[in-house]
């Protein structure tokens, strides 16, 4: 069985359907703080916290792989600092003692968000030292570490990406600094006006949803002996500044962007703005499918359709 901590968030909700494509229905478990209603997916309530009820579901179901997406991203976690740490890193510390207890195989991402302002940031190579400014940069960065332990002292089977900000259509992502390119997208249909919380130069590494879910299951699938690195792996699709999203958007429907930076400027400020994803291609085949034009055509076609 596999679960999928974190399944009502921006990844898991299209993880989960992707899994449930590949494996069947039956094999996949959705678990998160809140109970859905109308899900169409076994469904376990559970706060990472909780180390006994995470493994008593882990136990009872027979989970052999956990996709662990619960956390809290990078502008939630400068507003609440200790929640960030608590659920990233401590959160992790009971799923990866349920790992090693039940031996499991983990998925758990990373972000760009280990890098800070002193590494290359174009290109930003795989290996430099990572010296991040935000809360959240740094509780990543210990689970990178603490990843790297479990896989070297535990045997434990763990796989990550550091994704960079991941774009889609069928869940509006809430508490991240990359979700401006979200949002721009559902205000332009929906309102015909957005007001950008970053400045328009800033460029940031996107990619779109379906991409980022290719990669974390060809990942998954890589055979462990062609993978040199595992919790933290370089991926990389397009990267572009908030005005040149704004452009491609325009060229599609008549909008209105107003940029009025906030304290997430300052976030974004720090991170770098393409990266060099050379590992995740030569070790396990990633390639990315979508680039800012093909992106664009599908979240329009698809809120369009939305909001008819
Ligand atoms: P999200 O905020 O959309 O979803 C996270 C989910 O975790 C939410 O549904 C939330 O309810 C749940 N959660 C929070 N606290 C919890 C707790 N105590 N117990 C159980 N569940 C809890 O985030 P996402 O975008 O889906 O990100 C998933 C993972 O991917 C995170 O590790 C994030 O750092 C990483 N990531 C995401 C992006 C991105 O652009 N979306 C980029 C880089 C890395
Ligand atoms: N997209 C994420 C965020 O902005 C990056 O990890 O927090």
Known sequence: MILVTGALGQIGTELVLALQEKHGKDKIIASDLKEPENYDCKFEKCDI??????ERINKENGVDTVYH???????????????????????????????KKYNQRLFCPSSIAVFGPDVPRENTPQNVELNPKTVYGKTKVKGEELCDLYFNEHNIDIRGIRYP???????????????????????????????CF??????????????????????????????????????????????????????????????KPDYRQDIAN????????????????????????KMTEEMITNLRRLNE
Not at 49 to 54: F, I, V
Not at 73 to 93: H, M, Q
């Open 49 to 54: 916290l909780d180390n006994e009820n995470y």
């Open 69 to 99: 997406l619960a956390a809290i991203l990078s502008a939630a976690g400068e507003k609440n600092p200790d929640l960030c740490y608590d659920v990233n890193v401590k959160g992790l510390e009971n799923v990866l003692k349920v790992a």
């Open 165 to 195: 900000g991941l774009i889609s259509w069928k869940h509006k992502p809430s508490g991240g600094t990359t979700d401006y390119a979200v949002e721009m997208y559902f205000d332009a249909i929906e309102k015909g006006e957005y007001v």
């Open 198 to 259: 970053v400045n328009e130069d800033t460029r940031l590494p996107m990619m779109f949803m379906d991409d980022a879910i290719r990669a974390t299951i060809q990942l998954m699938d890589a055979p462990i002996e062609s993978l040199n690195y595992h919790s933290n792996y370089n991926l990389s699709s397009m990267s572009f500044s908030a005005k040149e999203l704004a452009d491609e958007i325009s060229s599609h429907v008549d909008f209105n962007c107003i940029y």
């Open 270 to 293: 720090t991170w770098p703005i393409s990266i060099d994803d050379k590992d995740a291609r030569s070790d396990w085949g990633w390639e990315p499918k979508f680039d800012i034009t």
